[in-house]
């Protein structure tokens, strides 16, 4: 039996892409899964959602896990019994070295365009950013001496990366978590709910969407309803400043058995973003709505366009105009029956072409390459 350790310095123990559909995946095509992350505080974790976890002390600040908690990650994994070391975190390519001199097998698993999120970094001071997303380049050129196969999540970034040497894995939706679609309250029976799930932040349109809402005239009132983490913790108390907060509601994190729930609930969701990183992603809300048949109001960028059209299963916008914003979601309010034809559309092709099921193979396919390939050359 092949043995796999995924290790993280970032992500949390229950993140949806590593642990919910890859440690998950490969456990059930009968690989030995183990996850190696933080916690606030050290223990063993015999069983979550059938993987074993490994934990090691939450770092307080940044510093302090560059200078200590990546490296004893990486004498950890070294000192593994584990053949193949996943890597999800590029400042995890630090110990690829390491892992590999140990005679482990690293993937690295490129969830975003980094050097471009380091440049919408805030923490980061905008002189610096330029150098940092460059560094950010290098590390990752440097590291095909070290990555026997690179999992790429979305499309856009697949040409950084070696061809022969790198397979695309899509963040797609696990369809089970949306079952039960057809069964609930029929579309033109629910009230006028508009959700949004995802980290609450500036980049991701929030004072747009909040300032929409407040604009939308529809009878009965609509109500909008923002699930995930607020960042910055001070966003809240803006938000509730602005014209459109009497109608929304912050309901915190939501578990993902609960996501389902709360959009087959919905008339429609959002997905609004304007920071450039996220232009040519594929957004997983998207699909999450889509799966739970309900339409979506989103950011008019050209891969988006591309990928889903204008009005299939939902409506493309200009996410810094809070007129057009609120203009896309009295429309699909206003016509119950075009929305409830967009969002079933929507559903059936999540079916056929936009699930995680249809990924898993190629995510195996990726261990066979970097169990059977030896490193990358450089060229």
């Known amino acids: 039996m092949v043995s796999t350790l995924h290790i993280t310095s970032v ?19 009968g690989f030995d899964v183990t996850l190696l992350g933080c916690a606030p505080e050290p223990q063993l974790t015999p069983d979550l959602a059938g993987v074993r976890i490994v934990t090691v002390p939450k770092p307080r600040r940044r510093i302090q896990r560059f200078l200590v908690t990546v490296p004893r990650l990486g004498l950890m994994a070294a000192r593994s019994k584990a053949d193949v070391c996943h890597l999800h975190d590029p400042e995890l390519l630090m110990i690829a070295p390491i892992l590999k001199l140990s005679g482990k097998r690293v993937i690295y698993d490129v969830h975003e365009n980094v050097p471009e999120q380091i440049r919408q970094k805030t923490w980061i001071p905008s002189l610096l950013r330029g150098v940092a997303a460059r560094a950010a380049q290098i590390s990752e050129r440097a590291s095909r001496f070290v990555v026997d196969c690179y999992v790429v999540a979305n499309p856009s970034t697949m040409h ?10 899509q963040n797609l939706i696990r369809l089970e978590e949306f079952e039960g679609t057809d069964s609930t309250l029929p579309y033109c029976q629910r009230s006028n709910k508009v959700s949004y799930v995802g980290v609450i932040s500036p980049l991701r349109a929030a004072r747009e969407m909040v300032q929409a809402i407040g604009r939308v005239d529809v009878d009965p009132p609509v109500e909008l309803i923002l699930g995930g983490p607020i960042f910055p913790p001070s966003l809240k108390a803006d938000l509730e400043e602005l014209s459109g907060a009497e109608r929304t509601s912050f309901v915190g994190w939501v578990h993902r058995t609960q996501v389902g729930e709360l959009l087959r609930s919905s008339r429609l969701g959002l997905s609004l973003a304007f920071a450039k990183q996220h232009e040519a992603n594929q957004s997983t809300k998207l699909f999450e709505y889509m799966a739970s048949g309900i339409p979506f109001v989103a950011s008019d960028f050209p891969v988006w366009r591309t990928l ?13 105009s809070v007129e057009e914003i609120a203009t896309a979601i009295e429309r699909l309010l206003r016509h119950p029956q075009e929305a409830e034809e967009m969002g079933r559309r929507g559903r059936a092709e999540v079916e056929v072409r936009f699930n995680w099921q249809l990924e898993v193979p190629k995510l195996v396919g990726a261990y066979e390459m970097a169990l059977e390939k030896a490193s990358l050359s450089p060229e």
């Open 308 to 320: 889903f059209g204008d009005g299939n299963y939902g409506l493309l916008v200009n996410p810094r």
């Open 160 to 169: 950084r990366f070696p061809e022969t040497h790198s397979v695309l894995v």
């Open 11 to 29: 992500h949390t123990l229950n993140d949806n892409r590593i642990l919910h559909k890859e440690c998950r995946s490969l456990l059930e095509a």
